[in-house]
């Protein structure tokens, strides 16, 4: 009889402990456990957090963790251990990672900004900046082989200037840390995400100049990716993930600055209304985002040609192998 109520109670426990972290669906279905790893947690990627905070990826099936890997290079090593299913970074790392004989292919399936998020700041205000004003100058600059370093040098060479000769780029600072570099009184100037920019602004030790992601024109800046094998094995997963994100997009076309600053509110403590506005209208007004999630292929070689041009592409990867359109060509339909 001892044995029957042991067991009866093993049962139960072991019942008990199989759901918990299970979320369900308000249908009653469980939730499928995700994990997103993002580049940086930025307004930037004002649409994943409306799809976040607006409960589209539960929604969708998905129970979202999301974790913040601080560097492209840190985002894919965790994608290529299998520590997160979906990676989201510029799509150079997913060609470097293609380039180094990665036997489970990186593949892109779903593009989210369209233009470079980061603006050059100068310590003083400067309504007829030139980017030839930079001749000569000393620019706190990004990481090597990374997306807001190969933008700015991209923009550099279209107008005439050689970023090797025609100005000194410090890329000795960690991401993150050059407005408080910048403050302290290193550089002429500085390439700065939000709310950094703002920040330094608000706080009088710099003025934005020019917007990186203007002149630079459509650029593919950041997309979501995951390995080939996730791809097949979770492909409902990743059209759920998809359908959130173009929700996510849609509402952020549809909404004003403060009714988007109001949703991703949440994911931004530290940061005022006011300036969160402020920086969703900054992001809205040029054109950032994208209406789908589609990565075009004339967007995959305009990144390579980029790629290239910094030296960091020795020949061209093809894009039928690094990105799939099904999920975000699904997405859009709905």
Same mark, same amino acid.
């Given at each position: 009889?001892?044995?029957?109520?042991f067991?009866l109670?093993?049962?139960?426990?072991?019942a008990?402990?199989?759901?918990?972290?299970?979320?369900?669906?308000?249908?009653?279905?469980?939730?499928?456990?995700?994990?997103?790893?993002?580049?940086?947690h930025?307004?930037?990627?004002?649409?994943?957090y #409306?799809?976040?905070?607006?409960?589209?990826f539960?929604?969708?099936g998905i129970d979202l963790?999301?974790?913040?890997?601080?560097?492209?290079?840190?985002? $894919?090593?965790?994608?290529?251990?299998?520590e997160?299913?979906?990676?989201?970074?510029?799509?150079?790392?997913?060609?470097?990672?293609?380039?180094?004989?990665?036997? =489970?292919?990186?593949?892109?399936?779903?593009?989210?900004?369209?233009?470079?998020?980061?603006f050059l700041?100068?310590?003083?205000?400067d309504?007829?900046?030139?980017?030839? =004003?930079?001749k000569?100058?000393? #620019?706190?600059?990004?990481?090597k082989?990374?997306?807001?370093?190969?933008?700015?040098?991209?923009?550099l060479?279209k107008?005439?200037?050689?970023?090797?000769?025609?100005?000194?780029?410090?890329q000795s600072?960690?991401?993150?840390?050059?407005?408080?570099?910048?403050?302290?009184?290193?550089?002429?100037?500085t390439?700065?995400f939000?709310?950094?920019a703002?920040?330094?602004?608000?706080?009088?030790?710099?003025?934005?100049?020019?917007?990186l992601?203007?002149?630079?024109?459509y650029?593919?800046?950041?997309?979501?990716?995951?390995k080939?094998?996730?791809?097949?094995?979770?492909p409902?997963?990743?059209?759920?993930?998809?359908?959130?994100?173009?929700?996510?997009? =849609?509402y952020?076309?549809?909404?004003?600055?403060?009714?988007?600053?109001?949703?991703?509110?949440?994911?931004f403590?530290?940061?005022d $209304?006011?300036?969160l506005?402020?920086?969703?209208?900054?992001?809205?007004?040029? =054109?950032?985002?994208?209406?789908?999630?589609?990565?075009?292929?004339d967007?995959?070689?305009?990144?390579?040609?980029?790629?290239e041009?910094?030296g960091?592409?020795?020949?061209?990867?093809?894009?039928?192998?690094?990105?799939?359109?099904?999920?975000?060509?699904?997405a859009?339909?709905?």
């Open positions: 009889m001892k044995k029957k109520s067991l109670s093993f049962l139960i426990l072991f008990l402990l199989a759901l918990v972290g299970c979320k369900k669906h308000p249908s009653g279905e469980t939730l499928s456990k995700v994990t997103l790893n993002e580049v940086a930025s307004i930037f990627y004002a649409p994943q #409306v799809a976040i905070q607006e409960g589209y539960a929604e969708e963790n999301l974790v913040t890997g601080f560097g492209a290079d840190k985002t $894919m090593t965790a994608v290529l251990s299998g997160a299913d979906i990676g989201f970074m510029g799509a150079e790392a997913t060609i470097y990672a293609y380039a180094e004989g990665a036997k =489970d292919s990186v593949v892109n399936f779903a593009q989210l900004t369209q233009r470079a998020g980061n700041v100068a310590r003083e205000e309504p007829d900046f030139s980017w030839q =004003d930079l000569g100058k000393k #620019v706190l600059g990004g990481r082989g990374g997306m807001p370093e190969m933008v700015f040098e991209y923009i060479k107008n005439n200037l050689d970023p090797a000769t025609d100005l000194s780029i410090d600072i960690d991401f993150g840390s050059t407005a408080a570099a910048f403050s302290g009184g290193q550089g002429d100037y390439v700065e939000e709310p950094s703002t920040a330094l602004e608000q706080e009088g030790s710099g003025y934005v100049v020019a917007s992601g203007v002149d630079s024109g650029v593919p800046y950041t997309a979501y990716c995951a080939s094998s996730y791809l097949k094995e979770s409902q997963i990743i059209q759920g993930f998809t359908n959130a994100l173009q929700k996510g997009m =849609d952020v076309h549809a909404h004003t600055p403060a009714e988007i600053a109001q949703v991703i509110k949440p994911q403590d530290d940061t $209304m006011e300036t506005t402020a920086i969703v209208k900054r992001y809205q007004e040029q =054109d950032t985002w994208k209406d789908s999630l589609i990565f075009e292929k967007s995959f070689l305009l990144l390579s040609d980029i790629l041009s910094a960091e592409l020795s020949e061209k990867v093809p894009y039928e192998q690094l990105v799939t359109t099904d999920f975000a060509k699904k859009a339909s709905h």
